[in-house]
């Protein structure tokens, strides 16, 4: 004979618990002092340099949005570690809804890693062919920032 359960009871289950998981950055985030901000971390961190493949950059106004691309090409970033749940959410506001995660293959020390990272979510229309430089966008941000301030006049 078949035992009742009453309705209001639910198998248990273990509590969730965030895994670590590599992330590929390949824009803004590969600026170690900025995801420092970012994460809210004490130092910055240490970031390996790695590379993806079968994506390519494309730009989206000053920022470069990964899109998947030719089986044969790569793109070159930096690794780190996402600790946290609560990392990751800080990531995923930093990079808007433009942007979602995507399970990947990283690229690292000639090992491949499963991680994650972030890619173009919204409409391809508003994205064109180009580069992207961390320096250049440093410089562009640093003259942006520049253009705010008027030296105090006596």
Known sequence: MLEKFPADVEPSRPPYTYTPMPFFFYGSLTDPLRLQEILQ????????PASVQCYSI?????????????????????????????????????????????GVRISVDGKLLSGRTFVWASDPTELVEGTWSLEEWKKDIEEEMASHFRPLED
Do not use: C, S
């Open 41 to 48: 971390l004490p130092a910055p961190p240490v970031l390996k």
């Open 58 to 102: 494309m730009l989206w106004g000053q920022y470069p949005a990964l899109v998947h691309g030719p089986i044969n090409n790569h793109v070159d970033g930096m690794a780190f570690v996402v600790e946290t749940e609560e990392q990751e959410k800080m990531l995923k506001y930093y990079e808007t809804d433009a942007y979602r995660i995507e």
